[in-house]
């Protein structure tokens, strides 16, 4: 980035002053659903952790500076993105094992669940039954939305929101309506048996 | 060849993330409609948000602050680790000024009490200072290891 359009630390409190209603509780929202999406891999971080997070590395010329060339709250958004990433991947490192020692296959040649090992003591077997039952509160509340039921199975699928479109035969704007409608079955701040899911 | 399970915390991770993208491309005022949906207010969210990122930004200016005093407080210690360092006796740490400054005259260019003054002039204050300032410049050393030789 050149030099003369990273942010002074004047100019990014001077941003953080302006920001508006709607941002603010964009910013919120949007690092609530990440939150979310680390499950208990977040080791007990919130949302406002992650959005502290955001401004301190923004401050610290050595981490995160904003290009003035891209707006504040998109700046924020993109270093939650890359924090939040960064801590899942953390919490991967630390525990390399787990996948191998989750995994198990009988002498059929069956390989067993990570959930059938759920009280063997194995670790991250109560972490990943957590998510699946997220999964199924989820489920359940878009299940008589056949679109949305449809674009979760795409995501699901780890499919991005392009193939989803395309598989489904779906417009820009019918998959963002129907983002919309996924937004208010599944709540930002739902957390673990939230209201809506 | 054996089906592998699913990885449920992949899957809620994408479901998450894909949420989080469409909040962050939504209008401002599908964002401010879905919140007061929740029977949330906008206003104290976006309060509450505001004072946890200036709080952020004022945590940050106190850490950088700390780290500079404890730089600085490093760097008062090992000016005085180095001046206790010096001879004892008045009458000894003059005896070591003058020994550097005959062997090494330039230096006196780098002190700033000798400026157009005499040697003989000089108060044990003005020794003492004199030689902490060489000794945080590095230069006492040599002298000292030549004289336990």
């Known amino acids: 980035m050149p030099e003369e359009r990273a942010a002074t630390p004047d100019e990014v409190r001077a941003a953080l002053d302006a920001l508006g209603e709607a941002d603010l509780v964009r910013l919120e929202k949007f690092a609530r659903y990440r939150i979310r999406g680390l499950g208990r891999k977040a080791e007990g971080r919130d949302h406002d952790d992650l959005l502290g997070e955001a401004i301190r590395d923004t401050l610290d010329p050595e981490k995160r500076r904003w290009n003035k060339d891209v707006s504040f709250v998109r700046h924020l958004v993109g270093a939650m993105r890359s924090i939040s990433s960064h801590w899942r991947e953390q919490f991967d490192e630390n525990e390399p094992l787990l996948e191998s020692e989750l995994l198990q296959t009988t002498d059929e040649g069956e390989v067993l669940s990570p959930l059938d090992v759920v009280g063997s003591g194995a670790p991250g077997a109560e972490r990943i039954l957590a998510a699946k039952e997220e999964l199924e509160r989820i489920e359940k509340a878009v299940a008589d939305d056949t679109v949305v039921s449809d674009i979760l199975g795409g995501l699901r699928a780890e499919m991005l929101a392009g193939e989803i479109r395309e598989v489904l035969g779906l417009s820009v704007i019918e998959y963002e309506t129907a983002m919309k409608r996924f937004r208010r079955r599944v709540r930002p701040t739902g957390g673990q048996g939230g209201s809506d899911a | ?149």
């Open chain 2, 1 to 149: 060849m054996p089906e592998r399970p699913r990885d449920y915390e992949a899957e809620l991770r994408a479901i998450m993330e894909a949420l989080a993208e469409s909040v962050a491309e939504a209008s401002d005022e599908e964002i401010l409609r879905e919140t007061r949906e929740a029977a949330e207010d906008p206003r104290v969210i976006a309060d509450r948000v505001r004072d946890v990122l200036r709080r952020a930004a004022k945590d940050f200016e106190q850490r950088r602050l700390r780290v500079a005093e404890k730089a600085h407080e490093e760097h008062v210690q090992s000016l005085r680790t180095r001046s206790s360092s010096l001879p004892n006796t008045p009458e000894d740490r003059r005896k070591l000024f003058t020994l550097v400054m005959t062997r090494k005259p330039e230096l006196g260019q780098a002190l700033v009490t000798l400026q157009n003054r005499e040697f003989k002039n000089f108060t044990d204050a003005d020794i003492q200072s004199c030689l902490e300032q060489l000794g945080a410049l590095g230069v006492l050393g040599e002298f000292e290891e030549r004289e336990e030789g």
